[in-house]
């Protein structure tokens, strides 16, 4: 597929605001971060990796005209990573030739950011835990502490989270969260995702009884693939040939441009409300977002909580995760 030309121009009904995407150097990441940026406002790529994250925000740059982004370095594998990246959005990073500002409020952070493994080894974070669970559930959930601050700064923030229709078959075993007795990497990747939606939709509940402005939002792409986006380079490079291959499976998923689109709304749209779920429309697999049902499952208060807690304690967090004492 050619390269869609860039746009012309922003637009500027965010200008001012401030957006973090974790994992915005890549995939669906990315393209939620093209969206946002060109909604005039300020855009910030977590990534671990300094020259994928200049790659990105290049591809950014000649896709939105004059687009505000920065790369935060973030790497949810490792705690310490974590607990620096809040500090350096607060308080602004002296390191680099181009030292960042200090920002005084988030008005929405993408959790984004997976890693999906296929085969064994079980393997694991710098911390030590499972890498699936510790990376895409526990990285997440320590950062949601880390910008508490910065979002109950804003006016009416919100917390995407990034879930998968993979979560929807799975249940989490609350006496194996890491997969240390009966490892599966699949089934693992599952859990992991369904870890994250039930502490999304945890999350806007608690930040629901305490009164706060800010929103938790559960949002999934759908299926996306590579073979099916548009190219960005040099973030990413769709071949003719490779196109044509994946064409068939456009009949039942998408490219992760569109499977963006869910999570662009949950950000975006006045409309959305604490505590839903978009994913695309038909069979929950591709197409325009639409919200759906909670599942049973994700939404269970008894495991939410339990699996809040024992998240708490392995990241060292708060148990409120510093949103009481910031409440309005
Ligand atoms: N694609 C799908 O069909 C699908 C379906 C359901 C749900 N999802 C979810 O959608 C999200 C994006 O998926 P995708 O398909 O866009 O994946 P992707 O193309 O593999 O991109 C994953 C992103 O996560 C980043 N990442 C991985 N480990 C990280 C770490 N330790 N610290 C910081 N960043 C890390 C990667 O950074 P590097 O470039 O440095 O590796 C990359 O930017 C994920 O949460 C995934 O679970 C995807």
Redesign the pocket.
Known sequence: MAPAPPRNQRDHRNQGKTFLV????????YFVAEELAATGALVVL????AA?AEAAMAALRSRVPGAHVRHLP?????LSSVRTAGDRLAHGSTHGSAPDPAIDRLDAVVH?????LDDPPRRQTKDGHELMFG??HL?HFALTQGLAPLLSAAPAARVVT?????ARSERLDLDDLQSAEDYRPKRTYGRS?LAQMSFGFALDRHLRALGSPVLSVVA???????GLTPSRPPVHVTSPARRLRTLPAGLL?QG?HA?ARPVVRAVLDAEVRGGQLWGPRVFGLRGRPRSEPVPAHMADREVASRLWSISAELVGADPDLGFRSRCR
């Open positions: 974790t994992g915005g150097n890549a995939g669906v990441g977590g990534s671990r990796d994928k973030l790497d949810l594998a490792d984004n950011a997976g890693v999906a990376t895409n990285g990034v879930g998968s229709f993979a995702k999934h792409p759908g299926g996306a693939l590579d998923v992760k499977g």
